[in-house]
């Protein structure tokens, strides 16, 4: 493989004068002698083949992520469709486990790789990359009611922070915090995905996620409980990956020379990310000076085998690519089946298991959990895998992906999936039956497709009737006989007009005026894990709301999705209010019964012995407390003290000037917090 870098690409000038936000790269093993399959020439055989299969990871909007159509969408997604249609090609996705991807290239089960992968020098010494498309900053995502901001990895200290497994936040994280020091392992969370990092943070089990600008931005939107709290970090630069030695290098580097000079890659860029782009700077240049290479290294001893998994098969309960998904009674329990390949080189062990990753919306997991593979597999062989699963009882359409695991947690090839439907129990009524013989009123409308806001015009002629009426809901209104209304539906709507002939028998001719993009109605689920707890336990209350405009609960904002942890020190009720698209609110509600009740904690006396001191000096903190198990104490958000007594005192020192907040929490049964404020002076 060569190691040079080619010049970049024209429309990554325009992309980094706006400082666009980049996604992580994938971890991946140095270069291993032989690991690697013969490409051959994979651009002659992708042209005799006609389609060349990229991998993916599609778990990071606004680059890769499944639309409301369970189909591939983002900004990669559509920039790879551009590419091969430069090249006279058919591109065919295959969605992997974000660390497990790169195997998947090196094994040979896809041709190139496209998901925000940074081109990193690791990175250099594995697979080939095509002239950089995309540059930009990293960013911090918090809960709403993080205090501060993330300017520095100083900023980082005494937070538990959550990384992306395999990412360069993770690698970051580990040198510029736990390797020097400042926190300690634990505090280095990782994830298999995004969507699992999100939700630990938005039920607080992290305090930090890092994470590329731009899709933080999309969830900083998407959530109302979450900000960024800060970002530019570093650069990162990401490129499609091919193998080693790929032939495929120069065509999709001048395919997407192509996209930069037609517009194209303009045009995606505003679609996708939000952003326009300027022509680059003229009188040459432009190009950005690469990562200088490494020199390779022996790596002695036999090279390591790669875990890889293909997909083979849907032994049962085929969605057809979900455009057809098997329809499911509510609460209805099924198994589902998957057909497996072992496609690395490495053997499966029993205790290897498929487990859940995502879904599309709430109870996609249907309650299924990891299931064992039972066996050992050897490399090539096939293993059947069945998960035993419940229809969720809230109607609508669910997807939920699966992936492979080895023991230590580590995910690998190909993301399946299972797909099903719970029917509407109100369905809208069947329509009406054809109308008789010898009247036709011609019935029509300018446009039976409409989008949303827009009007069309419903025209008609009909002769020798006695009466005519044109029917919108409940109003009807006398017409001529030939004549035309125009209207403006809001959703989808059926118009009816009535007719009276001779003899005064009427007859009803109905016609439908399809709205695109019209919002459906609100649908509301409110409910609780367990109703009633001990006194000291907690439960979780979990809703999913949707085509409403907002979600409250108990008047804070919420997502319309989610979970939240209680654990009320007696009964309370719980108040989930919406605010429809129309302007009205619903509620709905939940009661915690709380048995066996014992008094919350107080806390009694929280102190300092001064509250003006200089930097260099320190202040004595004092605390007693009531029915109280331990303490938390922090200063500005940072946790001094963690499961601490709850009678004690401390010494701190603060190293910076200006005001300082103290907060001590007792926890016992439920929660009280304290809080007091100390001035330190320049010297």
């Not at 790669?306 to 849907?314: E, H, N, Q």
């Not at 993301?415 to 329509?431: A, E, L, R, T, Y």
Request: aromatic share 8%; with cysteine.
């Amino acid at each position: 493989m060569s190691n040079t870098r080619r010049p970049v690409f024209l429309a990554l000038i325009a992309l980094l004068l706006f400082g666009l936000a980049a996604l992580p790269a994938l971890a991946s093993p140095a270069r291993q002698t032989g690991s690697t399959p013969p490409t051959g020439s994979d651009w002659a055989r992708i042209q005799r083949a006609g389609k060349i299969v990229v991998g993916t990871a599609a778990d990071y909007e606004p680059f890769e992520f499944y639309a409301s159509n369970y189909q591939l969408d983002g900004f990669d997604i559509a920039l790879m469709k551009e590419i091969g249609a430069r090249l006279g090609i058919e591109v065919v996705f295959k969605d992997f486990a974000f660390d497990g991807l790169l195997d998947a290239l090196r094994l040979g089960q896809v041709d190139a790789a496209m998901a925000a992968i940074s081109v990193t020098p690791d990175r250099d010494q594995v697979v080939d990359f095509t002239n950089l498309y995309y540059i930009g900053e990293d960013a911090a995502l918090a809960r709403a009611d993080y205090r501060g901001a993330v300017r520095s990895a100083t900023d980082l200290v005494g937070k538990r922070i959550g990384v992306q497994r395999g990412s360069t936040y993770q690698a970051w994280v580990q040198q510029n915090l736990v390797d020097a020091g400042l926190i300690p392992q634990a505090d280095l969370a990782t994830f298999q995905d995004t969507t699992s990092m999100v939700r630990d943070l938005r039920n607080g089990e992290i305090a930090v996620a890092l994470l590329g600008k731009l899709p933080a931005q999309t969830l900083d939107r998407r959530f109302d409980d979450l900000k960024v709290v800060g970002e530019g970090f570093n650069h990162q630069r990401f490129a499609i990956a091919t193998r080693a030695d790929s032939t495929l290098i120069d065509p999709l580097n001048e395919a997407l020379l192509q996209t930069q000079k037609d517009g194209a890659f303009a045009q995606l860029a505003a679609l996708y990310l939000g952003v326009g782009t300027t022509a680059p700077p003229t009188g040459g240049g432009g190009t950005v000076t690469p990562t200088p290479a490494p020199t390779p290294t022996a790596t002695p001893g036999p090279p390591p085998c790669i875990f890889g998994m293909a997909y083979v098969a849907d032994l049962n309960y085929d969605d057809r690519n979900m455009k057809a998904p098997p329809v499911m009674a509510p609460g209805q329990q099924f198994t589902k089946r998957w057909r497996l390949r072992n496609s690395g080189t490495c053997a499966w062990e029993p205790d290897y298991q498929l487990s859940f990753l995502k879904g599309n919306r709430a109870g996609a997991d249907m309650g299924g959990s990891a299931v064992d593979v039972g066996q050992r597999v050897e490399p090539g062989q096939t293993v059947d895998i069945a998960a035993n699963l419940r229809a969720p009882a809230t109607y609508g359409v669910y997807q939920g992906f699966w992936k492979m695991r080895d023991n230590t947690g580590r995910s690998f090839g190909e993301v399946v999936w299972v797909g099903i439907q719970v029917p509407d129990p109100n369905p809208p009524p069947p329509p009406p039956p054809p109308p008789p013989a010898g009247i036709n009123p011609n019935l029509r409308a300018d446009s039976s497709w409409i989008n949303a806001g827009q009007c069309t015009t419903v025209r008609w002629d009909v002769d020798n009737v006695n009466a005519v009426f044109f029917i919108d809901g409940g109003s009807q209104q006398g017409v001529g006989g030939h004549d035309a209304r125009s209207v403006c539906p809001p959703a989808t709507t059926t118009y009816v007009l009535r007719v009276f002939d001779r003899n005064n028998k009427a007859t009803d001719f109905p016609i439908t005026i399809n709205v695109q993009g019209a919002a459906p109605g609100p649908s509301i689920n409110f409910w609780v894990d367990n109703a009633t707890i001990n006194a000291g336990q907690c439960t979780t209350l979990r809703w999913d709301v949707q085509n409403v405009n907002a979600v409250f609960l108990n008047d804070q904002g919420v997502a319309g999705q989610s979970t939240q942890q209680v654990c009320p020190g007696s009964t309370t009720t719980y108040t989930l209010r919406v605010v429809r698209r129309d302007g009205g609110q619903e509620t709905r509600q939940v009661t915690v019964a709380v048995v066996n009740q014992q008094p919350g904690p107080t806390i009694n006396a929280f102190t300092v012995n001064t509250n003006q001191i200089q930097v260099g000096q320190c202040v004595r903190l004092s605390w007693s407390t009531g029915n109280a198990s331990s303490v938390n104490l922090s200063r500005g958000g940072i946790v001094l003290l963690n499961n601490w007594n709850a009678n004690s005192q401390m010494d701190d020192c603060p190293e910076r000037p200006g005001l300082h907040e103290y907060q001590l929490d007792a926890f016992g049964n439920g929660q009280t917090s304290q809080r007091l404020t100390v001035n330190v002076n320049p010297n």
